[in-house]
């Protein structure tokens, strides 16, 4: 076994991609330590930013921030963003610069969204693996496009690295068909594939660890994953009960530019309204809820419009649409309750949730029917640096925490493992 190993972890969204490179130590005890992380966001808007953070010597984090212009095509745009990704981690320049010459990486991860109900691991990526993901692009057909494409650049630049996949689909295999099968009939599911999905396998399988390893097992909890996208699901001692996102991310938990739940009859209406498929599709996934209401795809530019003037009119479409954020994730908590009969923990994790107290505050507030009694000060100055922390008072019936989202460091230990085998 090599003295060290570099670890590339890609994780690629319809929008953005997180990278990170942990490094592992034959003589450090075995630890894996995060070096190097880049963050790509905004691809869909005219210029995409690309945040660089190297973290030297465990203490000295060095960060630059670069912006370049998208181009024409959606797909030129994410091989531009690889491309620069490529130049920055051989960048000559020291502040950039993270491995040495004579280093490699030794392996890369790659999330993947679907890959219907094949398989609950991590796998290499084989000729037959990239089939089977695109045979599944209208199960995802915003993510799992670019989970391809990304596997496609990250194979011709690392051709030498071992890649490995794993899938959102993942985690919540231990639903019941009573949870997951839709009112059709049954052969829609099993010759169409057509039934209740699950995603965000690796947020909720950290969040959980970093819960029952620090306190308690044997628990209801409700963990919510909230950002553009986002999603509720209740778990009850590592069992997956339910969980907000549905066949495709139209169905899921309210989020960025997609319809959510609606009644599948208009759908019927537009088509005999002459809609065309591909018209809908557009309008279903990419021309809704904030697109509808103000042409913006980030939740955190709404959560800025909200700062405006009460008596504005970019404040009162602002506020809708946090008010229907709220009020469908207060919706799905209290519908999560009545399913396990109680809940131990509420548990909010990803970037929503660990750094917007008042959308905290404004959900917990909802549910002082079962003794949720929330700490202000503690949840105005939530810390992270231990990776979790509580916001509620000693005496809540219901504890709340918040957890910081490390969905990275968790597929870098479990490809260690399997290369360590």
């Known amino acids: 076994m090599n003295k060290e190993r570099h670890y590339l972890i890609i994780n690629c969204w319809s929008s953005s991609i997180k990278y990170q490179v942990f490094k592992w130590y034959e003589w450090k005890d075995s630890v894996l330590d995060l070096i190097w992380k880049w963050l790509i966001e905004k691809l869909n808007l005219e210029n995409y930013e690309i945040h660089h953070t190297k973290i030297k010597d465990d203490w000295m984090y060095i960060k630059t921030d670069f912006v370049f212009e998208s181009k024409k095509e959606e797909n030129d745009t994410f091989k531009n963003a690889f491309e620069k990704l490529w130049k920055l981690l051989y960048s000559n320049d020291q502040h950039l610069w993270i491995l040495e010459k004579d280093q490699k990486i030794d392996a890369i991860w790659h999330r993947v969204v679907h890959w219907w109900e094949k398989f609950n691991t991590i796998v290499e990526i084989t000729d037959e693996v990239e089939k089977e993901i695109n045979n599944c692009i209208q199960l995802a057909p915003l993510h799992n496009p670019k989970n391809l494409l990304w596997i496609t650049f990250s194979k011709e630049l690392f051709s030498w690295v071992k890649q490995f996949a794993l899938f959102d689909t993942a985690f919540h295999q231990t639903m019941t068909e009573d949870h997951f099968l839709y009112a059709l009939p049954y052969e829609m599911y099993t010759n169409d594939k057509i039934r209740r999905y699950w995603f965000h396998w690796i947020s909720y399988q950290c969040s959980f660890e970093k819960i029952t390893q620090k306190y308690w097992e044997n628990k209801k909890i409700i963990v919510c994953h909230l950002w553009n996208w986002a999603s509720v699901t209740a778990i009850d001692n590592w069992k997956v009960i339910d969980t907000s996102t549905w066949y495709t991310p139209v169905e899921w938990l309210i989020m960025w530019s997609r319809t959510w739940d609606i009644d599948a009859w208009i759908l019927v209406k537009l088509i005999k309204d002459w809609f065309s498929a ?6 279903i996934n990419k021309q809704s809820w904030i697109t509808w209401i103000l042409w913006n795809w980030d939740f955190r530019t709404i959560l800025e419009w909200l700062q405006h003037d009460e008596d504005s009119e970019i404040y009162k479409k602002s506020n809708l649409i946090y008010r229907m954020y709220l009020h469908r994730v207060v919706k799905y908590i209290w519908w999560y309750i009545s399913l396990m009969n109680w809940v131990d923990i509420i548990a909010f ?73």
């Not at 591909?278 to 309008?283: F, M, N, V």
């Open 349 to 421: 994790t990803w970037w929503i949730w660990e750094n917007v107290s008042k959308l905290r505050s404004d959900i917990c507030n909802q549910f002082s029917y079962i003794w949720v009694q929330i700490n202000e000060l503690w949840n105005q100055k939530v810390d992270l640096s231990y990776w979790i922390d509580w916001i509620t008072s000693p005496s809540s019936k219901v504890k709340v925490c918040v957890v910081k989202a490390d969905e990275e460091k968790v597929i870098a230990t479990e490809i260690h493992k399997i290369l360590s085998n």
């Open 278 to 283: 591909e018209e809908i599709d557009t309008l």
